[in-house]
């Protein structure tokens, strides 16, 4: 019975990205903390978990998570770990705490 759990579980997994938090604007880490961005968000203390969904149900109105859902479309990723402490993915812009966005 534990192996049909197993395997009945791993057909449950959706693929999860961790990114660093600097590849969000300093207004849109702001909205992920508040629970206020276009799409469906999860925040913690460290940032937060996003649902893009696959196919992506929705097309967030922040730009600069906008552009990270396409790239997450495209690798099949349906949910994004947005995080201080992770990896800062190479060719994705960067921004720091000071910059509001504009």
């Not at 903390?33 to 097309?59: E, I």
């Not at 997450?72 to 960067?94: C, H, N, Y």
């Amino acid at each position: 019975m534990d192996n049909i759990i197993v395997t009945r579980l791993l057909e449950l997994v959706e693929p999860l990205a961790a990114l660093s938090i600097c590849h969000l604007t300093a207004t849109t880490r702001q909205k992920l903390a508040n629970d206020d961005l276009s799409v469906n968000v999860y925040p913690n203390d460290y940032g937060g978990f996003v649902y893009v969904g696959s196919p992506p149900y929705t097309v967030p109105a922040e730009s600069d998570m906008a552009m990270i859902f396409e790239l997450a479309r495209l690798a099949g990723i349906v949910w994004l770990k947005f995080d201080s402490d992770a990896a800062i993915l190479e060719g994705l812009p960067v921004f720091d705490d000071l910059d509001q966005g504009h």
